[in-house]
C-alpha cells in the first residue's frame, strides 16, 4: 500500500507533463536542421602517403584531397607497356611484308629450285627414251618419274612463296595484328586511368566533417574517406501526420524558430513528399489517428548565409501561427 501511495503522486506528474508537452506539440511542428551530405572515395585499393585537408576545411571542385600509393598499378603499366611493343611491332610487320634479305632468302631458293626441277626433267626425258627402247627397267623409270613430280612440286611451292612475298601479307593478317595491337592499347589505357586515380579529387565544392583514414592506411574502393555537406545547402525538415498536413501547403511562406539561439529564420516550403509506408503511424497516440500517413516537409530560408551558421541536426520549431498565405 506505501508503494502504491508513493507511485500514484509519480503517475499523475508524468501524465500531468506528458499533457503540458503535447499541449505545446498542439501548436507546433517540431523539426531538424539538415544540410545537403556528399562523399568521396576512391575507385581503387590502395595505402593513403598524403592527406591534404583537416576535418573543417572548405573545398572546392578540383581540389586534391589526398594522394594514394598504386604498386599493383605501376607493375600493371609496365606490363601492358611492353605488350603494346610487341602488338604494334607485330602490326608494322605485317603492314610492310618480307624484308628485302627475306625476299633475297626466297629468290635464291626459287632459282634453287628452277635448276632441280630443269635437271629432273632432262633425266626424266633421258630415262623415257631409254624406257622405251626397253633399256631402262620399270623401277629406274619410276623412280626418274617421282624425282621429276617432286621437283616440279618444290618448284611450285616456292614460286607461290616468292609470289606471296612480293605480294605482301593478306589483309586478314594485318587487320589481326592491328586488332591484336589496339587490345594491347586498351590495357594500357585501362592501367593508366587506374592510376590517375592515385589523387583523390573533389568533384564537389564540400565542408569536411569527417575524414575517416588516416596517412599509412589502406583506403579501399568505394569507402567514404572524405564526407561532409555541401556550402549553402542548409534547410529544414519536419514531419507531419495526415490528420495536420492541411495546416501546412507548398510554396508557403513560414517561420521557423531555432530554441538553441533562440533565432527565427523566415522561409519557404518547397516540397511536401509522403514518407515511406514504414513510417506511417500504426499505434495509438494521443492526438494521432491509427494509419496515419507521415509526410516530409522540406523548408528554404531565405538567408541562406546566416543560416549555414546553424549546428547540423539541431531542433527547430514551426508554430502553427508562423504559415501564411501564398
Keep these: 500500500m506505501n508503494d502504491i501511495k508513493i507511485l500514484l503522486p509519480l503517475a499523475m506528474i508524468f501524465f500531468g507533463l506528458t499533457s503540458c508537452n503535447q499541449k505545446k506539440l498542439d501548436h507546433a511542428f517540431e523539426g531538424k536542421i539538415k544540410r545537403e551530405t556528399i562523399a568521396f572515395t576512391t575507385k581503387v585499393a590502395g595505402r593513403i602517403l598524403k ?4 576535418e573543417g576545411d572548405l573545398v572546392h571542385r578540383g581540389d586534391t584531397l589526398a594522394m594514394l600509393n598504386l604498386p599493383e598499378v605501376t607493375a600493371k603499366i609496365a606490363q601492358a607497356s611492353g605488350v603494346v611493343k610487341a602488338a604494334s611491332a607485330q602490326h608494322t610487320m605485317a603492314d610492310n611484308g618480307a624484308t628485302q634479305n627475306q625476299l633475297k632468302q626466297i629468290q635464291a631458293k626459287y632459282k634453287a629450285s628452277s635448276e632441280q626441277f630443269a635437271f629432273a626433267q632432262k633425266s626424266f626425258k633421258r630415262a623415257s627414251a631409254m624406257y622405251a627402247d626397253s633399256m631402262m627397267a620399270p623401277q629406274a623409270y619410276d623412280e626418274a618419274f617421282a624425282k621429276y613430280q617432286g621437283a616440279k612440286a618444290q618448284l611450285d611451292a616456292t614460286a607461290a612463296e616468292l609470289n606471296e612475298a612480293k605480294k605482301g601479307p593478306r589483309y586478314e593478317t594485318k587487320d589481326a595484328a592491328k586488332g591484336q595491337q589496339q587490345q594491347a592499347e586498351g590495357v594500357l589505357q585501362e592501367a593508366e586511368v587506374a592510376y590517375s586515380e592515385r589523387y583523390i579529387i573533389a568533384t564537389n565544392d564540400m565542408a569536411v566533417e569527417t575524414i575517416t583514414l588516416h596517412e599509412g592506411e589502406l583506403a579501399t574502393p568505394g569507402y567514404a574517406i572524405f564526407s561532409g555537406y555541401i556550402p549553402r545547402s542548409t534547410w529544414f525538415r519536419f514531419t507531419v501526420p495526415e490528420s495536420q498536413i492541411s495546416t501546412v501547403q507548398k510554396g508557403s511562406a513560414v517561420t521557423v524558430n531555432v530554441p538553441y539561439n533562440k533565432e527565427s529564420f523566415n522561409g519557404k516550403v518547397v516540397t511536401i ?6 513510417a506511417d503511424i500504426t499505434t495509438a497516440y494521443p492526438e494521432y489517428k491509427m494509419d496515419e500517413a507521415v509526410y516530409e516537409i522540406k523548408i528554404i530560408p531565405e538567408d541562406i548565409k546566416k543560416a549555414e551558421e546553424l ?5 527547430v520549431l ?5 504559415v501564411k498565405s501564398k
Excluded at 592527406?51 to 583537416?54: A, E, L, P, R, S
Design 311 to 315: 549546428l547540423f541536426n539541431a531542433a
Design 51 to 54: 592527406i591534404y585537408v583537416k
Design 273 to 278: 513528399k509522403q514518407m515511406p509506408k514504414y
Design 318 to 322: 514551426l508554430p502553427g501561427s508562423a
